[in-house]
């Protein structure tokens, strides 16, 4: 949550992380068993750029730094705008039931482990594309991974 706000922001992040073979690694929320996903995450500050957004959240999630070497992290120019579900709304100013997240993909030279949050995460798996996205509990998340070889191939 911002520093000057007890209510979180409803505008996001949504980081799919992927190899050049198209693995990708999601990571399992803490509490939510099941609940797998790719690096998620709201802007601390209104104007706090969404590209900022992503960087700090893959690092806090991760352990992961968008600019180092052989990284590349790319503005997929998508957003999502969903509702928020009933029972996080408490998170958001009275009367904010809606949220926008864009879309950022990071590619990696390879798959390896990564450190995890222990307070956000507990488990996480490199997989191919197409099984990452049925795992994925999100929509906009498994959608996003369906997208990944025709964004990948257009950045290329």
């Not at 505008?11 to 190899?19: K, M, Q």
């Not at 803490?30 to 900022?52: H, I, L, N, R």
């Amino acid at each position: 949550m911002s520093s000057s706000s007890p209510y979180k922001i409803p505008e996001s992040v949504l980081v799919v992380i992927h190899t050049p073979a198209l693995e990708v690694l999601l990571i399992e929320r803490a509490e939510s068993p099941g609940f797998w996903q790719s690096v998620t995450g709201s802007k601390d500050a209104w104007d706090e750029p969404f590209e900022a957004t992503a960087a700090r959240e893959v690092a806090e999630e991760t352990g992961l730094d968008v600019f180092a070497p052989g990284h590349r992290l790319s503005d997929w120019g998508l957003q999502n705008i969903y509702e928020i579900y009933p029972q996080w709304r408490h998170r958001y100013a009275p009367g904010v039931v809606l949220n926008t997240e864009r879309v950022f993909g990071l590619c990696v030279p390879e798959a390896r482990p990564v450190v995890l949050n222990p307070h956000e995460h507990r488990a996480q798996v490199w997989l191919p594309r197409l099984e990452a996205a049925d795992r994925c509990y999100s929509f906009s998340n498994a959608e996003a991974i369906l997208q990944l070889p025709r964004i990948f191939q257009a950045e290329r």
